[in-house]
């Protein structure tokens, strides 16, 4: 009786530890699609890279700009000579201890180097449009990315769904046909063969399981969000028979996407950005012509002087600081190059073969844009015949497991051609799945090649 009590004990210990964890446990949230992306576009470690690199083209480009306006310095100094030195109010080399107080405001002003600074300019221009170009593709990159682990994790949980619901049957088909066996209307053969089925669904349960849990925690890498913080996805409320209606033109696709590809657009940039390089190289070969000028002033004391001729030389700070060695200067600087070790010729040589690379890419961008949205194309065109085909499976593989069932309960058919239109309907229903979230993603991937992706892309209703 006591062991009685204490196991009663025990069962509601554990009972009431159980319950009180299902309620401290915080119910998963729900990330839906558009907040996915927004959350990428947000955390994209890449993204914000060139978000970054975006600031910096900016304050080249400015600098690039400011650089045609003049170089002003403001100078001063103050120190102590303890020997000789030279002092502007005697005019001569005194040996003693001096202190010297100097300022000056200078300004120099480029006036001609062969064009290389306006030339600067525009290759920073252009840099900066590159680099623009380079944030607006790698948006699209990462919307790309999440749009396939997120449609992913969605085909993972139909997967799972139909595994769930495959096991369920043959583990009630296997009930059916122990009883049956056990009344003598089935051989054992039968019930060793449907346990075996059994298994091998239950296995194929767990696979899907595994499979779900590592895309969802990929695509939490990917959010760069807690994987451990549970969190269901739901399915957007597209139409795939609207998505499957679509019938875009090639020729019309790769002409818009030489509008809208953002890569494309920064080949060009770059493009130009190469080339204005290599016209600014030329200037540093010419002659350049500055111009400059300058206000500046110093004060002298000169240390150990007798009285009478300390009121003489060392005049006071107001007199000689703002009459006595006061200074105005300006005028032209011609600077001619001759030789410096042929820098200027490698500097040339140099953005020479940068634009010629330039050249290169973009035009392997304008092959690479038909190529892209040719493939993108066929293969949207695969993918929704591959659909409509998908459901006429699945309508006839149900139509054909429906009848297989019947002539297996009322004995006509045998054990093996019952499972095997078992078979023929978990594949259809796997393939219909398969089709349909491959269907929607080839769309994405069609307006990622095209280069106008946005998540408006999976269509809603």
């Known amino acids: 009786m006591k062991r009685i009590v204490v196991v009663l004990l025990l069962a509601y210990c554990f009972h009431d530890t159980q319950g009180q964890g299902q309620v401290a446990s915080a119910p998963a949230r729900i990330l839906t699609f558009e907040e996915a992306i927004q959350i990428a576009l947000r955390n994209n470690i890449l993204l914000n890279t060139q978000r970054n690199n975006l600031e910096l083209s900016q304050a080249q480009k400015q600098a690039a700009i400011a650089s045609v306006g003049p170089n002003v310095t403001l100078n001063g100094s103050a120190n102590r000579f303890n020997g000789n030195s030279f002092n502007n109010q005697q005019g001569r080399v005194v040996n003693g201890i001096r202190d010297n107080v100097s300022g000056s405001i200078n300004a120099n002003l480029n006036l001609f180097s062969g064009l290389s600074t306006f030339n600067q300019i525009r290759q920073y221009s252009a840099a900066l449009d590159a680099q623009s170009y380079f944030v607006k593709r790698t948006t699209q990159d990462v919307m790309n990315t999440v749009s396939n682990q997120y449609l992913r ?28 066996h056990r009344l003598g209307a089935r051989s054992p053969v039968d019930e ?7 298994k091998q669904a239950e296995y194929r349960f767990v696979l899907a399981e595994v499979t779900l849990e590592n895309d969802r925690a990929l695509l939490a890498q990917t959010l760069l969000i807690d994987a451990l913080e549970p969190f269901d996805v739901v399915k957007p409320r597209w139409d795939a028979n609207t998505v499957g209606a679509e019938n875009p033109s090639v020729e019309t696709l790769v002409e818009t996407a030489k509008q809208q590809r953002a890569d494309y657009h920064r080949a060009l940039k770059n493009e130009a950005a190469a080339r204005y390089a290599t016209l ?3 200037g540093n070969m010419l002659p350049s012509l500055g111009a400059f000028v300058g206000i500046g002033s110093s004060y002298n004391y000169q240390h150990g002087l007798p009285d009478s001729i300390d009121v003489i030389l060392n005049k006071p700070f107001d007199e000689q600081f703002k009459t006595n060695n006061f200074y105005k200067q300006f005028g032209l600087q011609l600077q001619i190059p001759i030789f410096n070790g042929l820098r200027n010729r490698a500097t040339s040589v140099q953005a020479k073969v940068l634009q010629k690379n330039a050249d290169l890419m ?40 429906a009848l297989e069932t019947e002539r297996y309960n009322l004995g006509v058919t045998n054990f093996v051609d019952y499972t095997n239109a078992n078979r023929v309907l978990v594949q259809a229903q ?24 946005v998540p408006e892309d999976i269509i809603t209703e």
């Open 430 to 453: 796997t393939d219909a799945a398969q089709a349909e979230y491959n269907l929607v993603f080839q769309r994405i991937l069609l307006a990622y090649a095209v280069g106008t992706l």
């Open 280 to 282: 600014a190289s030329y």
């Open 362 to 401: 973009l035009s392997n961008m304008e092959l690479q844009i038909r190529n892209d949205v040719l493939r993108a194309t066929k293969t949207f065109e695969g993918s929704r015949k591959a659909y409509t085909v998908s459901l006429a499976q699945i309508a006839a593989a149900s139509n054909a497991y």
């Open 192 to 198: 060793y063969n449907q346990d075996a089925l059994t």
């Open 153 to 180: 994790v969605l085909l993972d949980i139909e997967l799972v769904k139909i595994a769930r619901e495959n096991h369920a049957a043959q583990e009630k088909l296997l009930e059916q046909i122990k009883e049956q």
